[in-house]
């Protein structure tokens, strides 16, 4: 979910407002001695003691609830940006997936919470073939279309809350997926004939399919990932898992 930021223009207007109204406080506080000798020589001496010091007491009160107000804004304010740059800092700025840094931390998760409930994981590292030929005919614009074309496709091919897909740099990406080895071959089989349709260039991708052992690392399932895709990308029919 993408977070609201204030831009520069609103931060701009909402600082002007507050300090107006300490500008406004400190400015009856500083004329309240002449407002105060004018009501007394209007309505007499009495009770205007009392009254200068509810006018202190209540100015007071505002200007420290403006104090608390400002400090507050600037927490919000620090906070909504440091979760910004959180989220950017996982996130491939091209496709919007999560970059290498968000699979390796989630794969983690996703290892220790199959070691906890059983959940089955499986992993599909997919490669653009002749993404080079694209970018050197059409430039590098049609590249990065094409990759933002998979990553549609990827996002398409997920089941929302159990399958992610990620941008693991160039033309890599990989899918974490919740399911066994047939479950995760339906879903690369389905990639493997959506891409081409949906690319403006025809471009097709290279899939590694591998299901989760119980005992691999993140390191090396992805490595396992890895190493089957580049097997199929070698002369064989086309779309053969291994």
């Known amino acids: 979910m993408a977070l609201t930021v204030p831009t520069d223009s609103s931060s701009s207007l909402s600082t002007r407002r507050l300090l107006l109204v300490p500008a406004v406080l400190l400015v009856t506080l500083a004329a309240s001695p002449w407002i105060l000798d004018l009501l007394e020589h209007r309505w007499g001496a009495p009770g205007i003691a009392h009254l200068r010091e509810l006018i202190e007491s209540g100015i007071t009160l505002l200007l420290a609830a403006w104090v608390l107000t400002l400090i507050h804004r600037e ?56 993404l080079k030929e694209v970018n050197d005919r059409y430039g590098h614009a049609a590249g990065d279309e094409t990759l933002r074309t998979l990553a549609a ?66 390191a090396q399932l992805l490595e396992q990932a890895d190493s089957r895709m580049y097997h199929q990308k070698r002369p064989a029919p086309a779309y053969q898992w291994i």
């Open 153 to 218: 496709v990827l996002r398409s091919s997920s089941r929302h809350g159990s399958d992610t897909a990620y941008r693991v740099g160039g033309d890599e990406f990989v899918m974490v997926l919740a399911a066994e080895r047939p479950g995760a071959d339906v879903i690369a089989g389905r990639i493997a004939l959506n891409f081409p349709e949906r690319s403006p260039y025809g471009s097709k991708v290279s899939m590694g399919v591998v299901a989760w052992d119980g005992q691999a690392n993140v």
């Open 75 to 130: 927490q919000r304010t620090t906070r909504l940006h440091l979760e910004e740059l959180q989220r950017l800092s996982v996130t491939d700025p091209l496709t919007g997936l999560g970059n290498r840094r968000s699979l390796e931390r989630d794969l983690e998760l996703r290892l220790s919470r199959s070691r906890r409930v059983g959940e089955p994981v499986a992993l599909l590292y997919l490669d653009v073939d002749n």
